[in-house]
């Protein structure tokens, strides 16, 4: 059993930085693949960024690869997302998720934080 807490959301202006975090609890964090999901108003929830066990390979969509940085830290049971050079279209609510899978190409999630909101203004 994971839980996870999310924290980092906020008000940014377009071009802006914010760091979100996620906090896990459970000695277990180290055995799942997590990530980030994020859903926008009137949209669906959509995949942003994954990390595997050790942090050694990480996964993301198109619209933030070379904006946005996943990590995570195993000793702090902590998951991180570093978004540079926000857009509005970047406002959502961010999701942290742990067991994250793929089947068919379809991701499929075990635990989900609660979210943070992050909105971005021009």
């Known amino acids: 059993q994971v839980q996870l807490v999310e924290s980092g959301g906020g008000l940014v202006q377009a071009g802006g930085s914010l760091r979100l975090s996620c906090a896990a609890s459970?000695?277990?964090?180290?055995?799942?693949?997590v990530g980030w999901f994020r859903q926008a108003p009137g949209k669906g929830r959509e995949f942003v960024a994954a990390?595997?066990?050790?942090?050694?390979?990480?996964y993301y969509t198109d619209s933030v690869r070379g904006r946005f940085t996943i990590s995570r830290d195993n000793a702090k049971n902590t998951l991180y997302l570093q978004m540079n050079g926000l857009k509005p279209d970047d406002t959502a609510v961010y999701y942290c998720?742990?067991?994250?899978?793929?089947?068919?190409?379809?991701?499929?999630?075990?635990?989900w934080g609660q979210g943070t909101q992050v909105t971005v203004f021009s």
């Open positions: 998720a742990a067991d994250l899978t793929y089947n068919g190409g379809v991701p499929t999630v075990g635990y």
């Open positions: 459970g000695r277990t964090f180290s055995s799942y693949v």
């Open positions: 990390v595997t066990y050790s942090g050694d390979s990480t």
